[in-house]
């Protein structure tokens, strides 16, 4: 415990002044992934603590191509707070961030409250709306990163950006079939939400699934972000970037 809090404190204090400091398993390698997310838990409740309240869970590293470029074996889960979601139209506040980076995801919004076992058809089941959306990921670390150090950094999670334009899992096309086309400052990405485990709903499984086995569940009402479609982008003032989703329109991000 002791250990899980020395990491939160050093992790609120490098989002406060927006200082990243060196990954935890650089001076401690054997540092596991429940003492980690027993970091991740501490660094949350210090936002609780602020007046925010939990509004869902995000995944990251849910892409093969993702995890093999940073040498790390398994997606990562992080919590959703009610200051993290920007309202439509707000400028992204670079200057409050280390090294903001945006990417486009599917958003799951929980009609009911889930718990493992459970199945992709049951997913969608359960599933009030899709959102497209727009995550910025913020590592508060100042070099590449292990594991642990991701999950004690609460995967990143930083702010994000929901469309106004939901839709309804069964008005759209299969989910591992949906485009997006991502637009930011000197290029395009393209991709389809097969990228995120072959389906996004298959990563709300896996979410599931890990919350299950620390006695947790997907409440009703929660926002689920999926995972990265493409690589995530650097974020400057001035920016914008623009997601494009099959049946669900368009939503912009800018920069500030």
């Known amino acids: 415990m002791k250990i899980a809090a020395a990491i939160a404190d050093a992790l609120i204090r490098a989002e406060r002044d927006r200082e990243p400091i060196v990954p935890f398993t650089r001076t401690q390698p054997f540092l596991d992934v429940p003492t980690a997310y027993q970091a991740q838990s501490r660094f949350v409740a210090h936002r609780l603590r602020s007046g925010e309240h939990q509004i869902g869970m995000k995944l990251g590293l849910t892409s093969k ?7 790390i074996q398994e997606p990562v889960y992080g919590r959703l707070t009610s200051d993290m979601l920007l309202a439509p139209g707000e400028a992204l506040p670079t200057e409050q961030l280390i090294h903001p980076r945006a990417e486009p995801e599917i958003a799951f919004q929980l009609g009911r409250t889930i718990e493992a076992p459970i199945t992709v058809d049951e997913v969608l089941a359960a599933t009030e709306a899709i959102f497209p959306a727009i995550e910025v990921v913020d590592s508060r670390y100042s070099e590449r990163f292990r594991l642990p150090d991701s999950v004690a950094d609460n995967a990143g999670a930083a702010r994000f950006l929901l469309g106004a334009r939901p ?13 997006c086309v991502f637009q930011f400052p000197g290029g395009t990405h393209t991709a389809a939400g097969g990228a995120v485990m072959g389906h996004p709903a298959a990563a709300v499984v896996w979410l599931a699934n890990a919350l299950a086995a620390r006695g947790e569940s997907l409440e009703a009402g929660s926002v689920v972000l999926s995972g990265g479609l493409t690589a995530a982008v650097p974020l400057r003032p001035g920016d914008s970037v623009t997601a494009e989703f099959d049946g669900l329109g368009a939503l912009e991000l800018r920069s500030r």
């Not at 191509?65 to 040498?71: E, N």
């Open 167 to 179: 839709g309804k899992p069964a008005d759209l096309v299969s989910l591992h079939l949906l485009g």
């Open 65 to 71: 191509v993702k995890r093999d470029a940073l040498g």
